[in-house]
């Protein structure tokens, strides 16, 4: 039995835990129109250009190649996304989505005729933007960064000839506009101005040439330009950034409907200088496809982080609100340079005392801080509240004094906090309290709390993580069967979140079913940035690729395109409301996620939440861009380490749809063979149903579990039959024998040896290219990713080893020939007993040996 005691607020409990996931999934658009692949969208591209590297790479390369059309299908994608981007006027990262789209595909080409560097800089113009063909110098030395300035770094811009076009353009920055995020807008400007031109760009009052004007469409100078009319078919949030003439003066205009558009419109200008990018043509304007774009954090009171892997939590319940860290204003420029406009600040397996006045008051004072940078503040509600910080016998969302006790609650708040935005509930899930407790539904419970926060603009996020007491045939199938019949019944202000999978936050995972099938409510995606089930803070995985393929998923629900984008974004369903939240790896480490390379993570998940049509890869440039370097002999391995690193994890955990088989509880290392744990779905035996015949849970009509129907057509039918379930989400969905052969031609059990070893070679191949970039960067970042790279590459040996020694216990078949032999023993991985520190239970034995190359031939 596997069971944490939770110390949440002076309210002990014991919790049930799940230990074991699942996890694959495939592109709504490799579902759609393509045979099936093991490589998602962008993968393809990185994989392709990764290749003509040759040596090891090339190993990948050619396996990438054979697991399908995965290059040209991932490349045609980028390019895709890039032009979408490009016309909905996005800005940095729109102009780079055309650029690295289009070179995506490309840049194999280039690199294949050597030009492996500038493959990637020619696409971007030289590596600087705009045509310009100035090398970036290589530093003579670069001071040590410890990676907290995250991505807002501005340095001075080392080619002369863009440093003189920035310099002659921003001189000072002056103010239309009164509203504090207008103020702030003006701070952030000549800060990242005055860093980027190496002098001093101060605020000013007067309008002359080289000046920067930003604020609203309602002040003057921008009410009077012709470009205010453009602005106004922005929306609320959106922003225009052109040059224009201002009574005969060359400006910089930087303007929104409301000030937080003016706010968004100044980051993404910093953003487009801090990639370098021309000021020839600059016409940047974007607004956000989702309205509500949120952080949750799993942070509890005591400062632990559930699932953080990044030191302690960041809020300082016991100083505030008398101390205000200055992280916290630190971690609201950096959620508003990416758009993100809320956080959740507590865990969803809740506390109660969050709720009681002395709380809310610390909660007043981080609202007060986020403000300025357009950031409300949501809290999670524990069902039970009312029992245990009320004094009422029952917590029954039907019960009068339960209503009244909870709509003087959100008075209370927002007494102190008008802005508050909400709650978040985990409710009968995991052993949180819930409405069913009481007989009630989920939509019971959902609707008591939002007819609470309704008088006060507020929204209730009611979560579909559940999974029933008892042994389910298929846990997968449970989220679906309690709230698909609920659609309907929830008040206007209440989002069902769902995450982006059925199972959990698995490597790869399909799309949840749910997206699409509740048309009559406002479904919001659940992203987890924290890594739980990837490798945590150490092994570098860029989940960008992995957010694109679930937005990209189609659902089918109203007929082709019917993408769960356009489920979340309120579009195919004519929602007014739509979110969408990340699980943060935000923690009090100086770099804040634990490591370097994580911190891409959290860019990405607001970069997609402002606008889902961005690709992976355009929005992995940009952060190597600002985190790193410009110079293209960095931005181009680094970009790749990170388009090809999801793919490979996938491979070296659980390749080919295998879910949920990692160590009991801490989710980190490989344990398929844990079998005993009191509840079946706990047991990663349960998820991969390995037997003397094949391998994989069958989740097609009977005999099999029929999850399938829960899909639209034609995905069910295409998950529903061995022949044309994508190889990504193979065992996923089907028990296959271990001599079926593939797509590749291999057996499964040969394919499973061969991605297993791909997965460990790739590693290697990112350490090496990591490893190019040394002197380029400064050694203190190189050195912790080099570090991690090091271990990740052991570890991946670890899992390939472990994995492979079990399942061939089942399919009493030999290591082909070509394939290294596992290292060790069954027993010997089954005997492992990490370290003490659960967060990090690394297993020094496997620091031993070579660990690659596993593929030999
Ligand atoms: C917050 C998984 C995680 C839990 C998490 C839960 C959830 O079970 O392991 O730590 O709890 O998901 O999303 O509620």
């Excluded at 009171?301 to 860290?325: F, K």
């Excluded at 849970?697 to 061995?722: C, E, I, K, L, M």
């Amino acid at each position: 039995m596997n069971t944490v005691t939770r110390l949440t607020g002076g309210f002990p409990r014991r919790v049930t835990r799940l230990t074991l996931l699942s996890g694959v999934w495939a592109t709504a658009l490799t579902l759609a129109c393509s045979s099936p692949n093991e490589n998602g969208t962008a993968q393809g591209g990185a994989a392709g250009s990764v290749a003509n590297k040759g040596g090891s790479s090339s190993q990948s390369g050619g396996t990438t190649a054979q697991g399908g059309n995965a290059t040209p299908q991932g490349g045609a994608n980028v390019a895709q996304g890039g032009a979408t981007n490009v016309s909905s006027g996005g800005s940095t990262a729109g102009a780079s989505g055309s650029a690295s789209g289009g070179s995506s595909a490309g840049a194999g080409g280039a690199q294949a005729q050597g030009g492996a560097t500038m493959g990637m800089g020619g696409s971007l113009n030289g590596g600087a933007g705009g045509g310009n063909a100035e090398p970036y110098p290589k530093p003579a030395s670069v001071p040590a960064e410890t990676g907290a300035s995250l991505w807002l770094r501005y340095p001075v811009v080392p080619i002369q000839v863009r440093l003189t076009e920035y310099k002659a353009a921003f001189k000072q920055v002056v103010k239309a506009g009164t509203d504090a995020n207008v103020d702030v807008a003006v701070t952030e400007l000549t800060t990242g101005l005055s860093g980027l031109t190496g002098a001093m760009v101060p605020a000013g009052t007067t309008t002359d040439s080289g000046s920067v004007i930003v604020g609203t469409v309602q002040a003057e100078p921008i009410k009077s330009l012709p470009l205010a009319t453009r602005v106004a078919t922005l929306g609320p949030e959106g922003y225009l950034v052109e040059t224009a003439d201002v009574g005969g003066k060359s400006v910089t205009v930087v303007a929104g409907n409301t000030p937080v558009g003016a706010l968004y419109g100044s980051f993404a200008l910093l953003r487009h200088l801090q990639t370098h990018r021309p000021l020839a043509g600059l016409s940047l304007s974007a607004s956000p496809r989702i309205k509500t774009r949120l952080l949750n954090h799993w942070d509890n009171l005591d400062r632990t982080v559930e699932r953080g892997y990044a030191g302690r939590s960041i809020w300082d319940w016991s100083a505030l609100p008398g101390t205000i860290s200055p992280r916290y204003k630190e971690y609201a420029r950096a959620n508003a340079s990416l758009g993100i406009n809320g956080t959740v600040l507590t865990n969803v397996n809740a506390n109660a005392q969050v709720l009681t006045a002395s709380y809310i008051s610390k909660v007043k004072a981080l609202a007060g801080v986020f403000r300025p940078y357009g950031i409300k503040v949501y809290l999670t509600a524990r069902f039970s509240a009312p029992i245990e910080i009320g004094n009422l016998t029952t917590a029954d969302p039907n019960d009068a004094g339960v209503k009244k006790w909870w709509a003087d609650k959100a008075t209370e708040i927002y007494g102190q906090i008008p802005d508050f935005g909400g709650f978040l509930v985990k409710a009968n899930s995991e052993g949180q309290p819930g409405p069913q407790q009481y007989m009630r539904t989920h939509a019971d419970g959902a609707n008591m709390l939002a007819d609470a926060v309704a008088p006060h603009g507020g929204v209730v996020m009611w979560r579909a993580f559940v999974y029933a007491e008892g042994s389910p045939v298929d846990r997968i199938k449970q989220a679906y069967e309690e709230f698909k019949p609920l659609d309907g019944k929830f008040k206007d202000n209440v989002f069902v979140q769902a995450k982006n999978g059925p199972l959990d936050f698995q490597p790869r995972e399909p799309f949840h079913p749910l997206f699409g099938a509740m048309p009559g409510t406002p479904l919001t995606l659940e992203l987890q940035i924290t890594k739980e089930y990837l490798g945590e803070d150490t092994h570098l995985a860029y989940l960008g690729p992995m957010f694109e393929e679930v937005l990209k998923s189609d659902t089918y629900a109203k007929g082709a395109g019917s993408t769960v984008a356009k489920v979340i974004d309120g579009s195919l369903h004519n929602h007014t409301l739509s979110a969408i939240a990340g699980v943060a790896n935000i923690g009090d480490d100086a770099n804040w996620t634990g490591s370097h390379m994580n911190q891409a993570n959290w860019y990405v998940f607001g970069r997609m939440a402002w606008n889902p049509d961005l690709t992976a890869e355009a929005v992995a440039e940009e952060w190597v861009r600002q985190t790193f370097s410009n110079d293209p002999i960095v931005v181009a391995p680094v970009v790749q380490t990170l388009m090809r690193s999801h793919q490979a994890l996938v491979d070296y955990m659980t390749p080919l749809g295998l879910a949920h088989i990692m160590g009991t509880d801490h989710h980190y290392g490989p344990a398929p063979w844990v079998s005993n744990l009191s509840r079946a779905e706990w047991n990663p035996v349960y998820y991969h149903k390995a037997d003397a015949q094949g391998l994989g849970f069958n989740r097609a009509p009977s005999p099999g579990s029929d999850a399938v129907a829960q899909y639209f057509q034609p995905v069910r039918d295409r998950f529903a039959s061995r022949a044309t379930t994508p190889d990504a989400f193979l065992l996923f969905f089907h028990h296959v024998a271990w001599a079926d052969k593939l797509a590749s031609g291999r057996t499964l059990w040969e394919e499973l040896v061969h991605r297993y070893s791909v997965g460990v070679d790739e590693v290697g191949v990112m350490r090496d290219s990591w490893a190019t970039v040394k002197g380029y960067i400064d050694d203190k970042r190189f050195t912790d990713v080099a570090d991690f790279l090091e271990i990740q590459h052991y570890e991946a040996r670890w899992w390939r080893d472990a994995c492979l020694t079990y399942f061939a216990s089942h399919s009493k078949q030999a290591i082909p020939a070509g394939y290294a032999m596992p290292a060790q023993a069954l027993s010997f991985y089954q005997g492992l007993t990490c370290p003490a520190d659960a967060k990090k239970p690394r297993c020094m034995p496997v620091y031993n040996g070579q660990p690659s190359p596993a593929v030999l031939k």
